[in-house]
Structure formats: C-alpha cells, structure tokens
C-alpha cells in the first residue's frame, strides 16, 4: 500500500514536500516514481528512482525544482517541490513498478504511459496559485 502526503495549497514560488509511505517490503529491484495529474489532463510522468541505486529520472517540466530521494529505514519516497508554478497544479500520485524490467526501458515506458504500473497510491492534490 502506497500512502501520499503533503499536498496542499500554495503561492507560485513556494515550496512543498511530498511523502510517499509504502507499507510492506521495499524489494531492492523496485523502481519508485511520481506521476501527476492536472484536471482534463492525462497521467504525466514527473520523477522516478531506483530503490537500491542512485538512478533518478526527471521531466524536462520540473527538472531544475523537483528533487525525488528515499529514506530506505522509512521505506518512504519524498518529492521536494520548490519555484512551484500554477502548471504544477494537480494530484500527484506515488507509483512502484515491480516488474524488475530495466531502468531506461521503464523511463521509455513511462514517458509514452502510466499503464504499466504495479501499484498507486490513492494521490495528494497540489494546487498552486498565481
């Protein structure tokens, strides 16, 4: 069970930290990632991280203002969101993939779909005034 956290409403220009809490075992092959979701719009690719290596994949959107880290002992994933922008408003939900396929395979993957994933966590809304 994936669990998010943190959303909440904010200025253009400010910053949040989004949590993602995984219940049960984090397996050493997973790949954690981010997606968003803005009304009227498809799932978007945002951030993504191997759980046992330093492998990390950005947007070209948030590159720059989003970092995505771990901490193994929490099994938690954070999203730090900083120069946030009004077209950064949208549900942003905590994903694994399980399936042990490699790490550019699954980046080309996601940038196209978020069909392939494992498992969702239920989402955190992020709403960024301008």
């Known amino acids: 069970q994936l669990v998010e956290s943190g959303g909440g409403l904010v200025q253009a220009g400010d910053s949040l930290r989004l949590s993602c809490a995984a219940s049960g075992r984090i397996f050493s092959t997973d790949v954690m990632a981010w997606f968003r979701q803005a009304p009227g719009k498809h799932r978007e690719f945002v951030s993504a991280m191997a759980w046992s290596t330093p492998n990390t994949y950005y947007s070209d959107a948030v590159k720059g203002r989003f970092t995505i880290s771990r901490d193994n002992a929490k099994n938690t994933m954070y999203l730090q969101m900083n120069s946030l922008k009004s077209e950064d408003t949208a549900v942003y939900y905590c994903?694994?993939?399980?399936?042990?396929?490699?790490?550019?395979?699954?980046?080309?993957?996601?940038?196209?779909?978020?069909?392939?994933?494992?498992?969702w966590g239920k989402g955190t809304l992020v709403t960024v005034s301008s």
């Open positions: 994903a694994v993939d399980r399936s042990g396929r490699p790490w550019d395979l699954l980046i080309r993957i996601w940038q196209q779909t978020s069909e392939s994933i494992d498992y």
